[in-house]
């Protein structure tokens, strides 16, 4: 089992920035691909980005690419989430989740995740 804790939400006006975190903790021996994901008020969840454990493959959405980037610090079991430039459309719960396995379109992902944490809101304000 990998338990993981997201941090770093709140709120932020439109063009602000906002870093997320993701700590990982339990079995943190395997090579977890790690993502994000977000789930607005009414909507379904959806697919943000996701990194692999090597940190060579990263995918985003085509809705935060060149705004977003996510990194990753094996060393410290933790996932970050670098949010520039938001937009209110960004407003949604973002959750933290881990992969044994890999995808390669984005629309995949959200079926390969084996574990999730339980979000952290993050809100922009116009």
């Known amino acids: 089992q990998v338990q993981l804790v997201e941090s770093g939400g709140g709120l932020v006006q439109a063009g602000g920035s906002l870093r997320l975190s993701c700590a990982a903790s339990g079995r943190t021996d395997n090579t977890y691909g790690m993502g994000w994901f977000r789930q607005a008020p009414g909507k379904e969840r959806e697919f943000v980005t996701a990194?692999?454990?090597?940190?060579?493959?990263?995918v985003y959405a085509d809705s935060v690419k060149g705004r977003f980037t996510i990194s990753r610090d094996n060393a410290k079991n933790t996932v970050y989430l670098q949010m520039n430039s938001l937009k209110p459309e960004d407003t949604a719960v973002y959750f933290c989740?881990?992969?044994?396995?890999?995808?390669?379109?984005?629309?995949?992902?959200?079926?390969?995740?084996?574990?999730w944490g339980k979000g952290t809101l993050v809100t922009v304000s116009s």
């Open positions: 990194i692999s454990w090597s940190g060579v493959s990263i």
């Open positions: 989740a881990a992969a044994l396995g890999w995808a390669i379109r984005p629309t995949a992902f959200l079926k390969v995740m084996n574990y």
